[in-house]
């Protein structure tokens, strides 16, 4: 004889609609947030491909580091970034502050920007800017050159400073001496500041 089984037809009906109305709630839900979830993505996504489809970033602080009169209108910008480096701040950092690269799309704007920033001192946000133009390997291996007498000038504690594109200004004994080439300056460095033994 078979034993008789205590559930019924009818009962496992409503347990197995109840179940369903239970996966069908779960399912809903879980639809819901995967959808809430793409909609944030999409509208994300749609804000991120906006500003990069924008033409070329105005300058933010168009005329807040320079003054009035610069350029007539914000100079177009084609890439701006930091250089690479510890953060101010960092237990790393040497306490130098990093580079910001600037390239101008314009080479008029570049150049009315450094040539103003010659004649003035740049401020933003209570912060002094410096301003320099990129410089060629060549040019720098002709900066790299003075090297050598610019350490020897840095221990006598005598003034000096390296003008662009490669020429030396030393002060020495209230007099002014100029030099293009590293091998005449470390020439007037033997005659004139090492004394004679």
Known sequence: MAAACPVTKGDLEALLSKQSDSFKSDMA????????????????????????????????SSGGWTGPGVLSSPPEIERAHRSLGPRPGDSNNTGKPRAFIVKFLRFQE?????????????????????????????LAKKRAAFIPIKNSLYQKGIKFRLLHPARLHVSFRNDDYYFDCPQKAQDFYIQRIVPPE
Not at 31 to 56: H, I, Y
Not at 110 to 129: C, F, N, P, S
């Open 29 to 60: 839900k879980l639809l819901k947030e995967s959808t809430d979830s793409l909609e944030r993505s999409v509208n994300s996504l749609g804000q991120q491909v906006a500003s990069f489809n924008s033409p070329p970033r105005q300058n933010r």
């Open 110 to 138: 570049k150049e009315a920007v450094l040539r103003w920033a010659r004649q003035h001192k740049l401020d933003y946000g209570g912060t002094e800017l410096r301003v320099y133009p990129d410089i060629s390997s060549v």
